[in-house]
């Protein structure tokens, strides 16, 4: 990857439906030169994929938690990884260092739905107890 692959995907960050022709006259090259190394840059999985993002607020998930997952003993990732998969709120999840095991990032529509949620991983059989973050309002997001 040279420094026009990182401008080509700086303007795909910026917008994923932008042109060929769009990108390269902001990149110095040509629509066709820009698919080569777009098709290159997916081929070789630089580029995962292309998405389109809805606000979860229109898709009626306004609630928004992070919370610290606590085990008991040793849990490998593997099985949190399939107890957090089984909760449709949970929308990201990751081991961490520090006290927690996992930080699960969790959006539900109402704050009944997330407490039913958390219910359900707190409930797992590893699982000890969870401390939980409500977000009031998103300050930074980034992709």
Same mark, same amino acid.
């Given at each position: 990857?040279?420094?026009? /692959?990182?401008?080509?995907?700086?303007?795909?960050?910026?917008?994923?439906?932008?042109? @060929?022709?769009?990108?390269?006259?902001?990149?110095?090259?040509?629509?066709?030169?820009?698919?080569?190394?777009?098709?290159?840059?997916?081929?070789?999985?630089?580029?995962?994929?292309?998405?389109?993002?809805?606000?979860?607020?229109?898709?009626?998930?306004?609630?928004?938690? @992070?919370?610290?997952?606590?085990?008991?003993?040793?849990?490998?990732?593997?099985?949190?990884?399939?107890?957090?998969?089984?909760?449709?709120?949970?929308? /990201?999840?990751?081991?961490?260092?520090?006290?927690?095991?996992?930080?699960?990032?969790?959006?539900?529509?109402?704050?009944?739905?997330?407490?039913?949620?958390?219910?359900?991983?707190?409930?797992?059989?590893?699982?000890?107890?969870?401390?939980?973050?409500?977000?009031?309002?998103?300050?930074?997001?980034?992709?």
């Amino acid at each position: 990857m040279d420094a026009i /692959d990182s401008r080509i995907i700086d303007q795909l960050r910026q917008n994923a439906r932008a042109g @060929y022709g769009d990108i390269g006259d902001v990149v110095g090259l040509s629509a066709s030169a820009v698919k080569r190394r777009v098709d290159r840059l997916v081929a070789d999985g630089v580029i995962r994929g292309f998405t389109v993002q809805v606000d979860p607020a229109v898709e009626g998930l306004a609630v928004e938690a @992070y919370v610290e997952l606590f085990c008991r003993g040793t849990v490998s990732p593997d099985d949190l990884r399939r107890l957090l998969s089984a909760v449709p709120e949970v929308v /990201d999840a990751g081991t961490v260092t520090g006290e927690a095991d996992a930080i699960v990032h969790m959006r539900s529509r109402d704050i009944p739905s997330l407490e039913e949620a958390l219910e359900r991983v707190r409930s797992a059989p590893n699982v000890d107890h969870t401390r939980s973050a409500i977000v009031f309002s998103r300050l930074v997001h980034r992709e």
